[in-house]
């Protein structure tokens, strides 16, 4: 069974420039969350989405957009890029049962802003 | 201040030691609580997934939750080499699937 796909692995931007990070979950996942990891701040919740819809969202600015296809593939977007931005972010699928879900990550696309 | 708090470490121990790791909470209404393990260059792995208070055994890792006290633990008993890893604690409400993640502490196990 495939695990969660995160591309691409590894990218270099400037700042002002604008980045499209895609995930693709395991098979049978509906739900697709999206974090950011920093040494500082650990893991934040960006969003998650549901049937093509953004059911939450964390407290990032609105550089930060995401959204997610029939197939519950998803994308997230930073425009505007700052230095700050620099990070691993992760994309986590899962069943999205009743009660609590145990989220599977991808590798992470991990962004560098000159 | 942070809803999950986390020692980041780092903590080094000699192969076959206990290790224990630790995070405290602030939200009442967490529920469920998860221990992820983390590699370098690598996405976070489910370790242990326990719902509300108690012990919950697998293998070497044991993960305890006191709701009481707002504070749960993994333990590593007879730790190797290949535990050299961040472990971050990870927990949710009842509702929802929005994830609260400790900062991760960060073993070495020295051989």
Known sequence: ?114 | QKEVEQDPGPLSVPEGAIVSLNCTYSNSAFQYFMWYRQYSRKGPELLMYTYSSGNKEDGRFTAQVDKSSKYISLFIRDSQPSDSATYLCAMSKSTGNQFYFGTGTSLTVIP
Not at chain 1, 19 to 47: A, D, E, K, M, N
Not at chain 1, 49 to 67: D, V
């Open chain 1, 1 to 114: 069974k495939a695990g969660v796909t995160q591309t691409p692995r590894y990218l270099i931007k400037t700042r002002g420039q604008q980045v499209t990070l895609s995930c693709s979950p395991i098979s049978g996942h509906r739900s697709v969350s999206w974090y950011q990891q920093t040494p500082g701040q650990g893991l934040q919740f960006l969003f998650e989405y549901f049937s093509e819809t953004q059911r939450n969202k964390g407290n990032f600015p609105g550089r930060f957009s995401g959204r997610q296809f029939s197939n519950s593939r998803s994308e997230m977007n930073v425009s505007t890029l700052e230095l700050g931005d620099s990070a691993l972010y992760l994309c986590a699928s899962s069943l999205d049962l009743s009660g609590a879900n145990v989220l599977t990550f991808g590798a992470g696309s991990r962004l560098t802003v000159l």
